[in-house]
């Protein structure tokens, strides 16, 4: 177990429907990243949070959006779902010091599919 | 931003044999280099991680290479098993952000 929580772990949605992925991270992990995994893809990043505001953002579609709530845990939105949108999306948190990298630790995901 | 370029894309092997997976990364400020090991229908973990300023570091089976003049790095598995059948992914990432750029992955299959 890595200590971080994602739920839910399935979803199963409509085109054009809206969702929310929720993260919690490590304690003490105040960056929170999440990353996109389609199949036979490698870890797209989509977005980072540090301490409650956006730090970083990759290849993030308008269509979703996503925040870091003052208890750390995060939230990834998606909207006007397409079928190109099913995916695993993981959340990673770490503890980013500022003194070096270190380790992200990754949820167990949650697989969005979108019919 | 980041590019990192991971080779091969599937790697088969006989169980005993060693494994090598090569990466490239794009930018020089890059200074910090996790490996991942993703077992199907899990999460990423990490199995090694190597830092600009160590040119080699080496974990019972596993070791990670790095030349930073070339900007590569490598994974070398010695003495494979079936249970080191994963997906591989290398990550490079530059310091004080951690914001890791992912390869694409390695899909290793150790056959008995």
């Known amino acids: 177990d890595s200590g971080v929580t994602q739920t839910p772990k399935h979803l199963i949605t409509a085109t054009g429907q809206r969702v929310t992925l929720r993260c919690s991270p490590r304690?003490?992990?105040?960056?929170v990243y999440w990353y996109q995994q389609s199949l036979d893809q490698g870890l797209q990043f989509l977005i980072q949070?540090?301490?409650?505001?956006?730090?970083a953002k990759g290849n993030i579609l308008e269509r979703f959006s996503a925040q870091q709530f003052p208890d750390l845990h995060s939230e990834l939105n998606l909207s006007s779902l397409e079928l190109g949108d099913s995916a695993l999306y993981f959340c990673a948190s770490s503890v980013l010091s500022g003194t070096g990298n270190t380790e992200a630790f990754f949820g167990q995901g949650t697989r969005l599919t979108v019919v | 931003g980041e590019n990192v370029e991971q080779h091969p894309s599937t790697l088969s092997v006989q169980e005993g044999d060693s494994a090598v997976i090569k990466c490239t990364y794009s930018d020089s400020a890059s200074n910090y280099f996790p490996w991942y090991k993703q077992e199907l229908g899990k999460r990423p973990q990490l199995i090694i991680d190597?830092?600009?300023?160590?040119g080699e570091k080496k974990d019972q089976r596993i070791a990670v290479t790095l030349n930073k003049t070339a900007k590569h790095f490598s994974l070398h598995i010695t003495e494979t098993q079936p249970e080191d059948s994963a997906v591989y992914f290398c990550?490079?990432?530059?310091?004080?952000?951690?914001?890791?750029?992912f390869g694409r992955g390695t899909s290793l299959i150790v056959h008995p």
């Open positions: 190597i830092r600009s300023n160590v």
């Open positions: 990550a490079a990432s530059i310091g004080g952000s951690y914001i890791p750029t």
């Open positions: 304690s003490g992990d105040l960056s």
């Open positions: 949070y540090y301490n409650g505001e956006e730090r």
